[in-house]
């Protein structure tokens, strides 16, 4: 088995289309997505500062609390207020770039004017001032009713709604998601590979055959050569991406965890490229086209190369949690493995994984005692 | 003793009959050529004398053990050069030959000392850090054998080892296989070139279709299709009676004369000093007198109607 494995990993690592994209490609998609979504995933990602020309014809009794919100320390890192007497010469410092934005306080109406196409901070400042809009009108309902509301500097953030990073995944996320996949399924990607090279009496296989080696034992040990590259991988990519992308806090991770749900991602990826093997009556190619495809549409659908695209996912079909991926489908399972949560989640995840697994052995077992029966040339 | 026993095997591909009751005993020490066209079932014996393919029904014993119940024992002393190429494209010449001899048991220590000696053995020395796709065909041809016997088989398997290469390497890999025979292995060589099976095999089997169609010596073969021999006699000349006369005589079936040859069918094994007795009476001389006999290629045709590159 030893030689087996020895020989296996050199050559692996002398390929250079394995090489391509098991390292290369996934470090030049690292960098370059590191490069551009780093920002926004970053806990330090700050808004660029928006001149705001601020036009002002109200009462005492709605511009005191404005302004008072407005000049909160966390408003002022991103605007800078500039009085201007009326709206048109508010529109001449914008057409003259002394200002972004129009802020009119006109009455009780607030109004933000802004040129189309907008910006993320225009967008920003617009949510967060149709949140004080909201709250304000709450708090003037309820002042009219004779109700007591009193005024609560928190409430005029709304965190969930606002914050960037609660909406999308982490880098962390992102890169466990896409990791664990590719674990997954590049096992499923070697074993079709490996099938392909089994053709009796053909290739090098021939002379495996012809050699005094049981399959089963060839069969692990490329298995296990093939899954350690993948392991040498999974490092390298971890280890460039902590450097990439710098909100990694590792100190978090439940390594075990991790590693146990690699694990069973690997046994999951084995199952799957065993079941598209033993697929009757399809070619060698065709069973990799098969395996490249679910391969590329799993990676998609579960998030992974395109961070969040599992929650449209779930949202069109909440049954895929259970049917692709299980352990990475389920809200909660990233904060298992990345911070601390739901265990029973985490065990069930894996139960289900488990369940996932027999039904593709037995698939498996059937469908290779059919083509047994059929015969192969 | 047999080192090759089958007996009565058949192996189906679907519809296909590749083998067909086909029953054969190979000796220790032969060179035994299995002759036939492309298809015929040549590979597909190998095959299920390695066990690679699972015969339908017979039964095979090599050296004297049963296959496949022995298999694990039987493979260990055998080698197999295959048809096509199979090494390894991103491992070098020296890595290829040393794999194949540690598979087969041998420590790394014993695998170094089996490699170097292949490697000289097949003249690949000067090449052994070059991969394969670097190597010409016919050096590629020498590694696919190298591979083959790094383990020192006894018995080793050959399916059209040169195919598809130059001159002098197709020379320089026959004289490989008599100096792997010298000493000591028995192999089985297959060939759809009937010239490399008559200048190197002892015994030799015409296959066809699944089936032996004939067995044995060249010799044996020959002589099981020949009926009749021709003696092409140069002469200098002809007078008005020669002709007739020898047409008279015992065993002679036939006599035709294209300047300057004479061509006599004779009976097999006929004497032919009757024939040049009554070239000196008719005092005609002659230059040179050759008697042709079948090709194995003759042979072939003879039992099947067909060429052997059909």
Redesign the interface.
Known sequence: MW?FIK?DV???L??RATLFWMLIFPLILIFGLGTMLSAVFSDTFKLPVTNVAYVESSTDQYREPLEAFLKEEDIQTFIRLVPYADLPSAEQGVNDGDADVILQLDGPDITLFYEEPTTVEFDVLDAILGQYTAIANQQITLAEAGVSAPYENEAWLDTESVDLAGRTPTSLEYFTVTISIMTALFGSFYITAMAREEQ???????????????TVEYRLARTFSRYVIILLQLILLFWFSHFVYRTFDLANVQFGYVILSWLALTAYGVAIGFLIVNLPKLSATTKDAIVNGFVAILMILSGGYVPGFDQVTLNYAPWAAYVFMPIFMRDGMLAVLLREGDMNLYWQSLGLLGIHLLILIAFSYILSKGVKRH?T? | MSIISLDHVTKR??DTIALNDLSLNVEAGELFGLLGPNGAGK?TAI?VM?N??EADSGSIHIFGKPMPKD???I??R?G?V?Q?V???D??TVY?NIQ??A????FSPKEAKQKTEAALHFVELDAHQKKRPPELSGGLLRRLNIA??IVHEPELIFMDEPTVAIDPQSRNTILENIRELNRRGATIIYTSHYMEEVELLCDRIAIVDEGKIIAEGTQDELKDRVMTLETARIKVDALTPHLLERLDALDHVQKVEYEEPYIEVSLDKDTPLAPLLETLHQEHVHFTSITVDRPSLNTVFLALTGKTLRE
């Open positions: 030689t020989y050199k050559q692996r002398r390929d009796p009496n053909t290739g090098s296989y021939l002379r495996i055959q012809a050699a005094p080696v049981r015969g040339h | 591909f679907g590979t095959s390695l690679l393919y298999e694990l024992a493979k260990r055998v197999i295959p096509h199979s090494v390894y991103q491992l890595e794999f194949f540690e598979l087969y048991g591979c083959g």
